[in-house]
């Protein structure tokens, strides 16, 4: 059974706690994305990864950092610079070269403590 | 990025189609115009995909003029669990389409 997976589904911070929100994909798809979403707003862009070991910021990514070490897996940390990160965390998938089709996670909604 | 360009919110009723349009004016020559469906605390769901005149699938019909400033996106016969969020997108396919701009969509409410 193909998708993508995130965990966990509620994470809670403290102030001046680094959290990180896992995303794995077992869809062969090499480019990965992180979105935060606030209430009542769109997806906005955080950062992607169109290869392993190979990662661009995207619109907001002051706060956060990304590792991709393999294929499957693009793990988002949000740091304690990220002053509001209470949001809800997408992550997706595409397979390059695939029409702009992305493939999206459940979700990890993020709280502060 | 060509931007788009969506009603807020939309109500229908159960049975109903539903066609919701996206404007935008300023799409590119290798941009496609897709549409995702969110229910809430869920990720987008990919609904369709085109890039011009029609396209229909077993959810949905999208329906894109020549000038490809606008699209519509129909839904036949909703139903209440049709109750979402719909999202147009603009972007470009394969390598360099990796940015896409997500607006604040349509809310779409189904009535009994």
């Known amino acids: 059974d193909g998708g993508i997976t995130q965990s966990p589904k509620y994470l809670f911070r403290k102030e001046g706690q680094n959290v990180t929100l896992s995303c794995e994909q077992n869809l062969n798809h090499d480019a990965m994305y992180w979105y935060r979403q606030d209430p009542g707003q769109g997806l906005r862009l955080i950062y992607y990864?169109?290869?392993?070991?190979?990662?661009q910021k995207g619109d907001i990514a002051e706060g956060y950092s990304v590792s991709r070490e393999k294929k499957e897996s693009f793990p988002l940390t949000v740091t304690s610079a990220q002053k509001n990160p209470t949001a809800f965390y997408l992550c997706?998938?595409?397979?390059?070269?695939?029409?702009?089709?992305?493939?999206f996670g459940p979700g990890t909604r993020l709280l502060v403590l | 990025l060509a931007k788009t360009t969506q009603p807020i919110s939309m109500d229908s009723y159960e049975g109903q189609e539903v066609n919701i349009t996206c404007s935008h004016n300023?799409?590119?020559?290798?941009?496609?115009i897709t549409w995702y469906q969110q229910f809430p605390s869920q990720g987008p769901r990919f609904i369709i995909q085109?890039?011009?005149t029609k396209v229909t699938n077993e959810v949905a019909s999208l329906f894109i003029p020549a000038d490809r400033k606008s699209s519509t996106l129909s839904l036949p016969r909703v139903s209440l669990s049709d109750t979402a969020v719909y999202y147009c997108l603009v972007g470009e396919a394969g390598e360099y389409g990796n940015k896409l701009v997500f607006g604040a969509g349509t809310i779409l409410r189904v009535k009994s």
């Open positions: 997706a998938s595409r397979r390059t070269g695939d029409q702009e089709t992305q493939y």
């Open positions: 300023n799409i590119a020559t290798n941009d496609y």
């Open positions: 990864s169109q290869i392993v070991n190979d990662f």
């Open positions: 085109g890039y011009k």
